[in-house]
């Protein structure tokens, strides 16, 4: 019986690990959060965009995020892969609902144990940041 | 059969009238016993008014939640304010800055909201400083006090600061009165050579700044209360005037002589076409004038050196006496405009004075007298009507829409109702105890929200539990909707509100600002990201340009510090969330803990006064991590040649 459930649960982990590693690999399947953002287009890499939320992101985010290390919050390199546009302009315009209710974003707040600030970012300049990881992402 | 039907028809009637009025009975009960019910409000819900009451000698406002009469907060206004840097903080200090210096203390008493059109606003609320003549105007969009003015020429700024009906001034009168200009001469002397002053501020219609338009010059009387009219009394102020026997000792008996005193009418727009008309003089005077920059976040103190004095000697019509008894503390004006209602505090009839046959009195000359040259009016001749034996000791008056008066009685601690149309008394009910002012939500403007009335009382004995020699004051509110007053509930308040005002939630709730911008802070030692903190030494001198987000200080490590230097922490808050302040204390510092709003930057001052290593930390909980919000700074001997630096992480 012992053996039994085991072997079970190995066979169970087993499938959720490939599940899940099936899904990040599947970019248009990730999760979109909880927000107002449904849907985003990305079109050809913006360079001015990508220039103005550097701006923003420095002026707002730097006092908790690196980009290629782990501070406050985690590293930011091969965002735009781990997670959807979609995703990652909800989780700058609306923390406080996403570290709740999106799974992710609440296991993130349980890693880093400081909540995500919401620093009451438009949606403009949520795009813009998303732009300017999407260059650093690039590169 | 038909009887015995007959009978059972009967029995049954009878017990449907029984069931009915015992349903009656129970109806009337849980209406006369549902005041749990109207204060309570329940979790998550908000109150119905924000109530502002003075601290009376604590110096500040607080806001009380009604009908719960919970305190949602405390507006530092005079005194410095510990719980968040208020007067500490070197943005702070210069709102306190006066002629006689740094003055961390005043003594506040009653709040005035702004008004448009004769109606509450919300906008501003002003408070009086009585014992270093003052007025304050804090903002409601931000709960914080924006400007203080400096009155001078005045003692004791107790009538005041009540507004116009378009808050195109609010006023000033001096309870003592001083030799002016202020000189070195006998007390004895003082009849006829002391003077009083009634100085109109100018509110600036866009930003409210503070500004004093004129002062007039008035025989050496106390000028109690004040209240100006509204509706066709528009362009007149009315001040209570006691002690007209001009005693200068012993004034419980010297200053009660008189059967009766003065209410003194003031026309402002007279006293504006004087001053135009070049009748006033320039006279030298010293007084700050103190306002918040809204860009920076620091107040700015200025000091004025002269003031429009108006003499009524050189101004006719300017000012008359209403003849009232006695030894009057309020004057209160109705919502119409028409009746001007004294508490004359040691005369149990209330006279009331008449405002269209003030006119008539004016115009037809009608005077008994004149005092200094002011003419005294016909007393039989204004009087609209008197409530005999109303009550003891009559201070305040408040206002319905339906014509009644609510008066609060000192001496036989209650609160009286009454009628200007019978001028009777309609129903009284005893307040716990001694009450000073009363308070009905928009009660002195013209459009009272009649829903409660509060009693502010002095005394309160037996109400609470005891805590020691000293206790808090007590307030009570009462249900003013029926034709009688009933008491709701009964709670303790901070420091002595001499006053109170209220106002509907929705006015002042959707204007609420939560955050300060960091894009628009221009505070000169901001620092709106990481990656521009820095220290620098300026001789002694040393600035920390310093952010806080939760849950680190950076930089936290800072050296190069040393004995005899004076440290400036300049603390930018840099979280954009709606009530995410951080804190700011040091070791040995000196003030107080500075709170900073996000976004916005605040600069604590500590001189060290000993050699070592001394944390910094954040007192306000922010986050799971505020117990690691800390930093240490060293500080070397003053010969030690240990370069600056900071540094944040490895």
């Known amino acids: 019986m012992k ?136 590169e | 059969m038909k009887k015995r039907l007959g009978l059972l028809g009967f029995v049954l009637a009878l017990i449907a009238l029984v069931a009915i009025t015992v349903q009656a009975q129970k109806t009337e ?173 100018k509110v600036d219609p866009e930003d409210g700044d503070l500004s004093i338009a004129f002062q007039i010059l008035m025989p050496g009387f106390d000028y109690d209360l004040a209240h100006c009219g509204k509706g066709p009394s528009h362009g007149w102020c009315f001040f209570t005037a006691y002690n007209t026997e001009e005693a200068h000792t012993l004034l419980e008996v010297n200053a009660s002589q008189n059967d009766k005193d003065f209410v003194a009418a003031i026309n402002w727009k007279t006293a504006e076409k004087c001053v135009a008309d070049g009748k006033a003089e320039t006279i030298a005077a010293n007084y700050a004038d103190n306002h918040m920059d809204d860009a920076t976040g620091i107040a700015i103190n200025e000091m004025r050196d002269s003031v429009t004095l108006l003499d009524p000697a050189n101004c006719d019509g300017l000012v008359y006496f209403l003849p009232t008894p006695k030894s009057p503390h309020g004057v209160d004006v109705d919502p119409t405009g028409e009746y001007i209602v004294p508490g004359g505090k040691l005369s149990a009839t209330l006279a009331i004075h008449s405002f269209s046959n003030m006119l008539k009195a004016i115009d037809t000359q009608d005077f008994t007298g004149d005092s200094y040259g002011i003419p005294i009016l016909n007393f039989d001749t204004i009087i609209a009507g008197q409530v005999e034996k109303a009550c003891l000791g009559p201070l305040h008056n408040e206002f319905d829409t339906k014509g009644f008066v609510y008066t609060s009685c000192f001496l036989s601690s209650e609160i009286i109702k009454w009628s200007l149309k019978s001028f009777e008394v309609v129903d009284r009910v005893p307040t716990f105890y001694s009450i000073g002012h009363l308070m009905i939500p928009g009660g002195d403007t013209m459009k009272p929200y009649d829903k409660f009335v509060v009693a502010l009382n002095k005394i309160t004995k037996d109400r609470y539990l005891p805590t020691g020699p000293e206790l808090v004051q007590s307030a009570q509110l009462y249900d003013i909707s029926g034709d009688k007053m009933q008491m709701l509930s009964d709670f303790p308040t901070m420091g002595e509100p001499h006053y109170a005002q209220a106002i509907p939630a929705e006015l002042v709730m959707e204007n609420q600002l939560r955050i ?124 030690s040649d240990i370069e600056l630096s900071w540094s944040l992480g490895n």
């Open chain 2, 516 to 639: 300060y911008p960091l894009e628009e802070n221009q505070h000169p030692f901001a620092t709106k990201k990481e990656a521009d903190v820095k220290v620098e030494r300026e001789g002694n001198d040393v600035h920390v340009y310093m952010t806080a987000i939760r849950s680190h200080f950076a930089p936290d490590n800072i050296e190069g510090v040393k004995l005899g230097d004076t440290v400036y922490f300049h603390v930018t808050n840099l979280e954009q969330d709606w009530d995410i302040p951080h804190g700011f204390a040091t070791y040995g510092m000196n003030e107080a803990n500075v709170l900073i709003m996000p976004g916005q930057t605040l600069t604590v001052k500590w001189t060290p006064q000993d050699v070592g290593v001394f944390p910094f930390y954040c007192t306000d909980f922010c986050s799971a991590l505020h117990q690691e919000m800390q930093g240490y700074i060293r500080v070397s001997p003053a010969d």
């Open chain 2, 29 to 201: 009960n849980r209406l006369a016993n549902n005041a749990a019910e109207q204060v309570y409000v329940a979790p998550g819900e908000y109150d119905q008014f924000y109530g502002f009451f003075s601290g009376g000698f604590n110096g500040q406002i607080s806001v009380v939640g009604l009908p719960s009469g919970r305190t949602l907060r405390t507006i530092p206004v005079f005194s410095q304010w510990t719980e968040n840097g208020y007067g500490y903080s070197e943005e702070t200090k210069p709102m306190l800055m006066t002629s006689q210096g740094f003055i961390p203390w005043d003594d506040s008493h009653h709040p005035e909201l702004s008004q448009t059109d004769g109606a509450l606003d919300g906008r501003w609320i002003f408070i009086n400083g009585n014992n270093t003549p003052r007025i304050a105007r804090i903002d409601l969009k931000t709960f914080e006090t924006h400007d203080i003015i400096e009155i001078p020429n005045a003692g004791g700024n107790h009538s005041s600061p009540f507004t116009t009906m378009n808050t195109e001034y609010v006023v000033a009168g001096t309870r003592f009165s001083v030799p002016i200009p202020q000189k070195d001469m006998p007390i004895a002397d003082y009849k006829s050579n002391f003077k009083g002053t009634l100085t109109f501020v």
């Open chain 1, 3 to 138: 053996m039994h459930a085991l072997v079970l649960g190995f066979l169970f982990g087993l499938l959720l690990f490939v599940g899940l590693n099936g899904l990040a690999q599947d970019n248009s399947g990730l999760p979109k959060g909880v927000g107002p953002i449904s849907e985003v287009e990305l079109a050809e890499l913006d360079p001015a965009l990508a220039e103005a939320g550097k701006a923003s992101f420095e002026q707002y985010c730097t006092a908790c995020h690196k980009i290629e290390e782990r501070y406050i919050g985690p590293a930011l390199l091969g965002v735009t892969e781990r997670r959807s546009p979609e995703w990652i302009m909800n989780m700058i315009i609306n923390p406080d609902v996403m570290i709740q209710e999106d799974d992710t974003a609440y296991e993130l707040f349980a890693e880093f144990m400081t909540p995500m600030a919401n620093q009451n970012m438009t949606e403009e300049q949520a795009r813009s940041i998303l732009e300017f990881f999407r260059s650093n992402d690039a």
